[in-house]
């Protein structure tokens, strides 16, 4: 995305500060030898947006959407992005939680506003941004139901806070997560056959719809995560894993254009 030939890869890292800019030095904030965990996140510093949210000032993800990534003996990076490093942390779990962390921290509470007792639905939820959603949003006292391949990966879900878990392999859930028939005949028998789908998911939420999905498979699964919310739910995107060409069915509803977009 950034138009070079040469890309060294990967996202976030900790690192022994080696050098500072004259002005990052004069600030006083950095010292060389420090510590720091590297947050991967570039934008412009000097956008008039850049401190209501870095997102609105060309944000970028360093190593993926730019050519100097961390995978390498030395790394370069904005001084905002160089934050402390917790000691109940390893050198392994400190240079590898930023990313993830850190999108599912704004997708939960940025941007759907999870609140305690609501109940969440995640895709991918034993993955490494997955679990971390899982983790993110039991800790805020919501109910976490979590979509796996395997059930090893569900019990690492409960672990990590979830109440429930859905194993997509299934074999009464075979061949369900596409997208949604778009001739108008098939659409009804298209949503009759995901119900063994919402009667299992339900059935880990007390029998209640849910109230926001965590979505970072895209295509593949969009339609059947709208198909899982209830009034006022919401759903978060990231990702897309399989694909951006995200369609579903409408459903009746009686909210206004102004409290869906608040």
Known sequence: ????????????????????????AGEGRLRVGELRVLYPGVSNLLSPRAGEDPMHADFKIQGYETPDG??????????PQWLAHSERLTLAE???????????YKALYDVARVQPGERVF???????TGIYAVA????RGARVTGLVST??????????GGHAFVNRKAPELAGLFTPPPLAAGDQHAGRAR??????????????EPVDVVVSSVGRDLFARMIDLLGPGGRLVFYGATSGYTLTFLGKPGRSTPAEMLR
């Open 94 to 104: 400190g240079s590898s939680y930023m990313l993830d962390l850190e999108t599912v």
């Open 136 to 139: 993110v949003a039991a800790l």
């Open 122 to 128: 995640v895709e991918g939820a034993a993955g490494g």
């Open 70 to 79: 961390s995978f390498a003996q030395f790394v370069r990076g904005q001084a």
């Open 194 to 207: 995901g119900e063994p789908f919402r009667e299992r998911v339900r059935a880990g939420q007390g029998a």
């Open 151 to 160: 059930d090893d990966k569900g019990r690492l879900v409960l672990a990590a």
């Open 1 to 24: 995305p950034h138009g070079r030939d040469l890309q060294v890869p990967a996202w976030g890292a900790l690192a022994l500060v080696a050098g500072l800019g004259s002005e990052v």
